[in-house]
C-alpha cells in the first residue's frame, strides 16, 4: 500500500490541528439567540430555563408578551418564575412578579405597587439572553439578571450608586439606597381567583400560593412560591393592597370570582437597608405545585448558598451537553443560518415542562409533564426532533402521558414506530389510544374525539352532525375527518406491531375515510380567476350531500383568522381546504392518483406554495413542503425548502412566522437544516440535502452515530440538488430512510448538483456506461413472452423488473415473474452463467422438501440490445428481503416463536443444497433472504398503483432511466415464508476438498475461513447462526471487528469470538498453521487494498501461537457473554438457542 511522504504527513497532520483548533473554538451559545421570536407574534419565552424546566424566570411586559417578555418596546412590569412559550393562549406566569424599586423620597406610601402603575421602561439595546440566562437594564438604572435550577429561580439585582435611580427632582443625591421588592399575588392574564401571601420580617422570606388559570384550555392550577434574600438587611415589611402598604400585618388571603369579583392587586414586599457588597441582591424563589414547604424544599436543595455563578454555570453545563449530541461541519455557513439551526433546536427543548414529583393532582411514581397545550401542533415536528436527539427525555413524555391517561382517561398518541419502547407500557398506551377512537367523552371540545357515531356509521364527521353522545363545537368537519383518519393509521401501525391484525385491517380500513370528504367536482377561484385545479376536500351532510366552503377561505386570501375553536367557525382548522386536502401522510399513492397523478399532483403543489394560500406558520403547512419527495421530485422539496429559509426563518426579533407553539417554529427549521424531514406516526425520514457541509447525530440511548455529508456542498445553495446517495459506502436510491439509521448509526453521503435529478439508480455504479445496460421501457414484451411492467431492483450488473407473462389462457388468473436483465455480455456474461449452472445444479435435485425454501429459475435466455446481447433471468416474485420484514416488528425483532418456525424452514432449505445439490451458498444475510408474498392481491394492487402513479424516470441522451419501485406496502398478513435466494457467490461443495480462497461478507465470516483452515457446509451453518441472532435482537452480534477508522479487523474479530463462545479447538488451531500458507489460484485485494495469496496474508494471520494462545489478547472484549446478549429469549427458548450456537 502507497504511504504518504514525510512532507504529506505533516500537511496531514497540520490540517488536523487546525480541525482541533476550530472545534475548540467552537461556542454553540454563541448562535443561540433566544430572542428571536419575541416581535410580532412569536410569543417565544427568551428567559432562563433548563431544558424542559419547570422554573421559567425572566422580566415581564405589559404589551404582547405571551411568553413573558418581548422586544416590542412596552414596559417592564416586573419579574416572574412560570411561564409558557410560544403559544397563542392567553399570557401566563407564575403570580409572583418582583419589581426591585427605590422608593420616591423613601416614602412608602409614595411606592407604586399595582402592575399597571408601577410598570417602567427598560433601556433599550440592554436584554440579552443564552441559554440558562436573562439580563435586561431598566430606566431606573436597576440591572437584573436571572439563571434558574429546575424548580427555582435565582435574579441578580444590581441598583446605582445612591441617589442616581431616579432625577434629582424626585429623589434627593442624599437619599440613602433602600431597596423595596414585592410580590404580586397576580398573574399576566389577571385569572387569579383566590390565593394568600405571608413575609417574614426577621428574614424577608416570603410565602404564599395563588389559583390561577392555564394559558390555553380550561380549569386552574394552584402555584406555591417561596422567596429568599440576601446581600442586604431586612429593613421592614409588610402587605400591600392596591398602591398603599403597610407592616401593621405580615398576611392576607385573597378571594375573587372574576365576575362579581375581580381580582384585587395585593401582595407583600420588603424593603431592605442598602446592600452590603457591588450595590448587589440576590432572590430566590422555589416554586412548587405541591406546597408552600415543597417551594421552600424545592429552593434550599437546588440553591443552598444563593450563588449566581455558580447556579448559572450549572445551567450552562445542563444546556451544552444536551446540544452536545448534535454537531455540524459549518464550513461556509454563514454565522445567520448557524444561528437559525442552533436556535430552533434550543427552543425546542424548552417546553413541554418536567413537573415530575409536582404533581398535585395524583400520587404516582411516574414522570410527569405538562404544558401539553401545543400538541396539535408539536407532534408534527418537535417531537419527533425531541426523539432524535434526546430520546430519553422523549421516553419520560411518554410515560408521563401513559400516567395522565391511566388517571385522567384520555391521552395523546406518539413515537412507538421509532422504538422508544423502553420502560414506556405500550400495552396500556395502545388501550388509551383505542379508548380515545371509541368512547366519546362528555367534552369532547377538551379531550378526545366527537361525532364517533358518525364517524363509525358514516365514515365522515357531517357539517351537520347529530351527536347525542357528548359536546362540542360542531365545527371543522374536514379537518377532524382526515384527522381522525390519520390517527386511526397510527393506531393500525401501533396494532400491527403489538400483533394484533384484527384491529390493523380495522383501523387500516378507517385510515382511508379522508375520500368520503373528497368532491371531485369542487372547483377553485381567486379573485374571480379559475386556478384550474379540480377536486377539493368540502363538508357533508347527514345526507350524503355536500357543502360549500371556498377552497380559499380560511387562508391567508380569504379571511384568514376565522378558523379558530370559535362558536360558527369554518369546516377547517387554521388552514384552507386547499391546504387540507394535501393531508393524507398515510396514503400518498392514493392521494396523487386521486389529484390526477404525479405531474398533476406537483403542479398542484406548486400553486399552493407560490400563490400565496399557504402559510408557514401554521404547522399543517409542514410537510407540503416535502411531499414532492412522493411524486418522485425531492429536488422540489429541498427547492421549497430554501424558499422558507432565511426568508420566513432568520435571526431578527420577528424572525419566525407566527406563534412559536413550544418551539414548532424553531423544530422546522432545525429538522429541514438537518436533511431529514419526519413523516410523523411513521418509521419514514425524507431526505434533503442539509443547510451544511456535514451533520452529525448521536444516539443517546445507543450511542452511535449517524453523519448525513454533502459532496460538493455549496455555500451559496445553488447546487441543493441530489445527484445521488450512498448508506455506508453502498449505493441508496431510496428518497427516504428509516430511524434505523439514527439508532443504528451510518454515514449517508449525498453528492450534489445544480440540476434537478431523481438521483436513479444504475448511474451509480462506478465505471457506469449506458451502453452496457438494456434500456427497459415498460410495456416492452421479452422472449415474446413478458410484458415488462415495473423496475423493482438493480445492482452493479443489471436491472430488475417485474413481469407479465402473456403465455397464458384469458379465463386464467395473470401470472407474474421477475426479470434479471444482465448487463451486455462483455460485463454480466460470467456471472450469468454462473447463475444458470447453479440453477441447473437445484433443478436436478428436485423434488426435495427443503426446495420450497430455496428459489430457482423459471426462465433464461437471451435479447438483442442496441449495443449487445444481453442474459435474461426469470424467477418468481418475491416481496421483500428478510432485512426489511424484521424492520415490521417492535424494536425490528422477530418473536422468538417466529424465529424458530423460520429457522426450521432455512435448516431444511440449507439441508437441500448441502445435502443433494452439494451447494454452498457463502453469502447468507438478511438481504439474501426473501419473504414471499401473503397474497396474490398484493402484486395486483401494487400494479394499479403503478398504472395510477407511474415510475419517475429522467432521459439521458435519449436513453430513459427509472426509479424503481420495490415498495409492495403494507402486509396483509403475516402469512409469508422465507426463501433462499441470490445464488452469484455460490460454491460447488463436492470437489477434492475444502476451499480456501475468501468467502462472506466481514460480518458473517467463519472462524474456519479467518484462520484459512479451508471451508465447506459448515460456512454456511455459522452464516445461519450469525442471522438467526439478528433477526432476534436486530443487532450486530460482533460488534467490536473494526479499526478505530472503520476498516475490517480480522484479529478484533477472532477475539470477540472467543469473547462469546470460548477458544476454538486446538485441531482446528493447528489445520489454520499448517493451511494459510497456500497460495490461492489468484491474488485477492484485502480490506487494506492490499492484493494476497494466502489467507494468512488476506487476514493478517497467524492468530495463536504454538499452544493454541491468542497472541493479541488485549483485543478480547471484557464481560462479554453470549447468553447475557440475547434478552429476548427465556428459558428453554434461550437454552436451545444458546446449544446450537455453541454445538
Not at 358514516?458 to 365545527?475: A, I, K, M, N, R
Request: glycine share 8%; proline share 6%; aromatic share 12%.
Amino acid at each position: 500500500m502507497k504511504r504518504p511522504g514525510l512532507l504529506n504527513t505533516a500537511l496531514v497532520l497540520a490540517s488536523l490541528a487546525l480541525l482541533a483548533h476550530a472545534a475548540a473554538e467552537f461556542d454553540v451559545f454563541k448562535y443561540i439567540n433566544p430572542l428571536i421570536g419575541t416581535n410580532n407574534g412569536g410569543h417565544v419565552f427568551p428567559g432562563a430555563t433548563l431544558p424542559f424546566g419547570m422554573a421559567k424566570a425572566v422580566a415581564d411586559v405589559n404589551g404582547e408578551g405571551q411568553g413573558g417578555f418581548a422586544t416590542d418596546g412596552s414596559n417592564i412590569t416586573g419579574f416572574s418564575h412560570m411561564h409558557d412559550d410560544g403559544t397563542g393562549g392567553v399570557r401566563y406566569s407564575a403570580a409572583m412578579v418582583q419589581d426591585p424599586s427605590r422608593l420616591l423620597g423613601d416614602d412608602l406610601d409614595r411606592c407604586k405597587f399595582s402592575k399597571v402603575d408601577r410598570a417602567v421602561p427598560r433601556i433599550n439595546g440592554t436584554a440579552s439572553a443564552h441559554p440558562g440566562y436573562f439580563a435586561v437594564s431598566l430606566n431606573s438604572s436597576v440591572h437584573a439578571e436571572m439563571t434558574v435550577t429546575n424548580h427555582t429561580a435565582l435574579y441578580r439585582f444590581t441598583f446605582p450608586n445612591s441617589g442616581t435611580a431616579a432625577p434629582k427632582s424626585q429623589l434627593a443625591d442624599e437619599t440613602p439606597l433602600s431597596p423595596l421588592i414585592l410580590v404580586d399575588l397576580t398573574d399576566l392574564s389577571d385569572s387569579r381567583s383566590g390565593g394568600n401571601v405571608s413575609v417574614k420580617p426577621q428574614t424577608g422570606r416570603m410565602t404564599g400560593n395563588g389559583t390561577f388559570a392555564p394559558s390555553f384550555g380550561v380549569g386552574s392550577y394552584v402555584l406555591h412560591f417561596c422567596a429568599d434574600f440576601s446581600g442586604a438587611n431586612v429593613r421592614d415589611a409588610g402587605i400591600w393592597l392596591n398602591n398603599r402598604a403597610g407592616n401593621a400585618t405580615t398576611h392576607t388571603t385573597l378571594a375573587a370570582d372574576n365576575v362579581n369579583i375581580p381580582p384585587l392587586p395585593a401582595g407583600a414586599y420588603v424593603r431592605f437597608h442598602t446592600p452590603t457588597k457591588d450595590n448587589q441582591m440576590l432572590a430566590r424563589v422555589g416554586v412548587s405545585f405541591v406546597s408552600v414547604e415543597q417551594a421552600c424544599g424545592n429552593a434550599e436543595t437546588e440553591i443552598p448558598d444563593l450563588g449566581f455563578e455558580h447556579t448559572l454555570a450549572v445551567a450552562e453545563d445542563v444546556w451544552r451537553k444536551k446540544l452536545a449530541v448534535v454537531k455540524v461541519d459549518a464550513t461556509g455557513v454563514s454565522a445567520e443560518l448557524q444561528t437559525v439551526f442552533w436556535s430552533g433546536l434550543y427552543r425546542a427543548m424548552i417546553s413541554p415542562q418536567d413537573y415530575t414529583g409536582e404533581n398535585p393532582l395524583w400520587k404516582s411514581d411516574e414522570p410527569y409533564y405538562d404544558s401539553y397545550y401545543c400538541i396539535w401542533d408539536s407532534f408534527r415536528s418537535i417531537h419527533p426532533l425531541i426523539t432524535l436527539v434526546d430520546p430519553e427525555s422523549q421516553a419520560l413524555m411518554l410515560r408521563s402521558l401513559v400516567d395522565i391517561y391511566r388517571h385522567e382517561g384520555k391521552l395523546p398518541d406518539y413515537s412507538y414506530l421509532k422504538g422508544i419502547t423502553d420502560s414506556v407500557n405500550w400495552t396500556t398506551a395502545y388501550e388509551a389510544v383505542v379508548s380515545d377512537a371509541e368512547i366519546e367523552p362528555p367534552n369532547w371540545t377538551i379531550e378526545g374525539r366527537g361525532g364517533l357515531m358518525s364517524w363509525k356509521n358514516l365514515h365522515y364527521v357531517p357539517t351537520d352532525d347529530y351527536d347525542p353522545y357528548g359536546t362540542g363545537l360542531l365545527t371543522r368537519s374536514i379537518s377532524r375527518t382526515v384527522e381522525y383518519a390519520y390517527d386511526d393509521f397510527c393506531i393500525a401501525e401501533m396494532a400491527r406491531k403489538m400483533g394484533n391484525m384484527g384491529d390493523y385491517e380495522k383501523y387500516l380500513q378507517r385510515a382511508g375515510f379522508w375520500k368520503n370528504m373528497y368532491n371531485a367536482d369542487q372547483t377553485s377561484a381567486i379573485n374571480g380567476t379559475d386556478t384550474g385545479f379540480k377536486g377539493f376536500l368540502q363538508p357533508r351532510y347527514l345526507n350524503g350531500t355536500f357543502g360549500y366552503q371556498d377552497p380559499i377561505f380560511c387562508s391567508p386570501l380569504l379571511n384568514f383568522t376565522s378558523c379558530y375553536l370559535n362558536p360558527g367557525g369554518s369546516e377547517t382548522y387554521e388552514g384552507s381546504s386547499w391546504l387540507y386536502t394535501f393531508f393524507v401522510p398515510q396514503d400518498m399513492a392514493s392521494l396523487i392518483a386521486t389529484l390526477g397523478g404525479s405531474t398533476a399532483f406537483t403542479k398542484r403543489l406548486d400553486f399552493l406554495h407560490t400563490s400565496g394560500l399557504l402559510y408557514i406558520g401554521d404547522e399543517q403547512a409542514f410537510l407540503p413542503v416535502f411531499q414532492y419527495h412522493y411524486a418522485g421530485r425531492p429536488g422540489l422539496s429541498a427547492k421549497t425548502v430554501h424558499s422558507y429559509i432565511p426568508s420566513q426563518f432568520n435571526t431578527t426579533n420577528e424572525g419566525i412566522p407566527g406563534n412559536d407553539d413550544s418551539g414548532a417554529m424553531g423544530s422546522f427549521s432545525t429538522l429541514s437544516m438537518m436533511g431529514l424531514w419526519p413523516v410523523s406516526g411513521q418509521n419514514v425520514y425524507l431526505i434533503m440535502p442539509p443547510f451544511f457541509p456535514e451533520v452529525n447525530l448521536t444516539n443517546g440511548h445507543t450511542g452511535k452515530t449517524a453523519t448525513v455529508r454533502n459532496i460538493g456542498f455549496d455555500a451559496g445553495y445553488n447546487d441543493i440538488y441530489i445527484q445521488n446517495a450512498t448508506l455506508d459506502g453502498k449505493a441508496w436510491t431510496k428518497n427516504w430512510i428509516s430511524h434505523d439509521f439514527y439508532r443504528n448509526g451510518g454515514v449517508l453521503e449525498l453528492t450534489l448538483g445544480s440540476e434537478e435529478s431523481s438521483w436513479v439508480e444504475e448511474e451509480q455504479v462506478p465505471g457506469y456506461d449506458p451502453k452496457h445496460f438494456y434500456p427497459v421501457n415498460p410495456g416492452d414484451l421479452f422472449h415474446n413472452r413478458y410484458e415488462m411492467l415495473a423496475k423493482v431492483g438493480w445492482g452493479t450488473s443489471s436491472t430488475v423488473w417485474l413481469a407479465r407473462d402473456t403465455q397464458r389462457w384469458r379465463w386464467q388468473p395473470d401470472r407474474y415473474v421477475v426479470l434479471k436483465v444482465i448487463a451486455s455480455r462483455y460485463v454480466g456474461q460470467d456471472a450469468a452463467k454462473h447463475e444458470l449452472n447453479i440453477d441447473r445444479r437445484l433443478k436436478s435435485n428436485l423434488p426435495h422438501k427443503g426446495a420450497l425454501f430455496v428459489r430457482t429459475m423459471l426462465d433464461s435466455f437471451e435479447v438483442a440490445g442496441p449495443d449487445d446481447r444481453h442474459f435474461c433471468l426469470g424467477y418468481g416474485p418475491l416481496r421483500e428481503p428478510i432485512s426489511i420484514y424484521q424492520r415490521r416488528w417492535e424494536d425490528g425483532k422477530l418473536p422468538p416463536s417466529i424465529v424458530k418456525v423460520y429457522t426450521r424452514y432455512l435448516l431444511q432449505g440449507l439441508n437441500f443444497l448441502h445435502s443433494e445439490c452439494h451447494i454452498v451458498h457463502t453469502d447468507l444475510k438478511p438481504d439474501n433472504i426473501m419473504m414471499t408474498f401473503e397474497d396474490p392481491s398484493v402484486i395486483e394492487d401494487f400494479i394499479q398503483k403503478q398504472n395510477e402513479n407511474p415510475m419517475p424516470r429522467k432521459v439521458k441522451d435519449g436513453r430513459s432511466i427509472y426509479l424503481s419501485h420495490n415498495d409492495f406496502g403494507r402486509l396483509k398478513s403475516f402469512r409469508v415464508l422465507p426463501v433462499i435466494a441470490d445464488f452469484g457467490l455460490a460454491e460447488p461443495g463436492d470437489g477434492s476438498g475444502p476451499s480456501r480462497h475468501p468467502i462472506q461478507p466481514p460480518l458473517y465470516h467463519a472462524p474456519e475461513v479467518i484462520l484459512g483452515t479451508g471451508w465447506t457446509y459448515s460456512a454456511d451453518i455459522w452464516n445461519l447462526g450469525v442471522l438467526i441472532w439478528n433477526l432476534m435482537e436486530n443487532e450486530d452480534l460482533f460488534r467490536n471487528i473494526r479499526s478505530a477508522q472503520g476498516a475490517y479487523d480480522p484479529r478484533a474479530h477472532v477475539a470477540e469470538m472467543i469473547a462469546l463462545l470460548g477458544p476454538p479447538p486446538k485441531t482446528l488451531i493447528d489445520r489454520g498453521t499448517s493451511r494459510s500458507e497456500v497460495k490461492w489460484s489468484h491474488a485477492v485485494p484485502n480490506a487494506e487494498g492490499e492484493f494476497c495469496r494466502t489467507a494468512r496474508e488476506y487476514y493478517r494471520g497467524p492468530f495463536f501461537n504454538s499452544e493454541g494462545e491468542l497472541l493479541y489478547k488485549d483485543l478480547i472484549p471484557d464481560n462479554c457473554d453470549l447468553s447475557d446478549l440475547v434478552p429476548s429469549l427465556k428459558g428453554e427458548d434461550k437454552e436451545l438457542f444458546l446449544d446450537f450456537a455453541f454445538g
